[in-house]
């Protein structure tokens, strides 16, 4: 059985940071790629970071610069460094595995970051 659990969320003030976690199993973790990815309140999921199985990020133009996606394949994890946080930052942030183009499974509950200005 799948899962993908998000931790590391919470409240913080605008120019601080966050390192979110994302525990996967049920997977073959190694050779997925994996991505983090945000839904605000009112908008769309959108991309936020990726990473393939060989360490090799990419990251939407918002987080460039800012967050940096780093995984542990011994431990099933794919890290989100979040630092220069601003207010638009605010929302609830999921990972996924990412297979031809989207994701491959169903979301999990997600952590939420909240950026006070």
């Known amino acids: 059985q799948v899962q993908l659990v998000e931790s590391g969320g919470g409240l913080v003030q605008a120019g601080g940071s966050l390192r979110l976690s994302c525990a996967a199993s049920?997977?073959?973790?190694?050779?997925?790629?994996m991505g983090w990815y945000r839904q605000a309140p009112g908008k769309q999921r959108e991309m936020v970071a990726t990473?393939?199985?060989?360490?090799?990020?990419n990251y939407a133009e918002s987080a460039q610069g800012r967050f940096a996606i780093s995984r542990d394949n011994a431990k099933n994890t794919v890290i989100l460094q979040m630092n220069s946080l601003k207010p638009e930052d605010t929302a609830v942030y999921y990972c996924?595995?990412?297979?031809?183009?989207?994701?491959?499974?169903?979301w999990g509950k997600g952590t939420l970051v909240t950026v006070s200005s």
């Open positions: 996924n595995r990412i297979r031809g183009g989207g994701v491959v499974y169903s």
């Open positions: 990473v393939t199985s060989g360490g090799s990020a």
């Open positions: 049920g997977i073959l973790f190694n050779i997925a790629v």
